[in-house]
């Protein structure tokens, strides 16, 4: 079993940045997604990466704003979020799953095996 742990939310302006992070107690062979969810709105995957390669994937909603990392000595990942929009309020989760290969897979958000609580990102206009 993975335990997340998700931090970093807050409030920010339109146009600021924020620093995500999402902690896990095992890491090796595991996509770690985020996600995240608005009021009245479906769940949304937005990026993952892999633990085992690196490869990443985006969102268009994104992509070119949002930077994921992960560093394999702490067990996290990281969601940097520049230029942020009003629209970019809502909940962010991390999600992990195992042994998916991200150059041919993007898992599906069903798929995902272990969630983080969540953590809140509010964004003024």
């Known amino acids: 079993e993975v335990q997340l742990v998700e931090s970093g939310g807050g409030l920010v302006q339109a146009g600021g940045s924020l620093r995500l992070s999402c902690a896990a107690s095992t890491f090796d062979d595991y996509v770690i997604g985020w996600f995240r969810q608005a009021p009245g709105k479906e769940r949304e995957g937005i990026s993952c990466?892999?633990?085992?390669?690196?490869?990443?994937y985006y969102a268009d909603s994104v992509k070119g704003r949002f930077t994921i990392s992960s560093d394999g000595a702490k067990n996290t990942v990281y969601l940097q979020m520049n230029s942020l929009k009003p629209e970019d309020t809502a909940v962010y989760f991390c999600?992990?799953?195992?042994?998916?290969?991200?150059?041919?897979?993007?898992?599906?958000?069903?798929?995902?095996?272990?969630w983080g609580q969540g953590t809140q990102v509010t964004v003024s206009s």
């Open positions: 999600a992990a799953i195992k042994g998916v290969d991200l150059r041919t897979t993007i898992p599906k958000e069903y798929e995902y095996d272990y």
């Open positions: 990466i892999s633990s085992n390669d690196g490869t990443t």
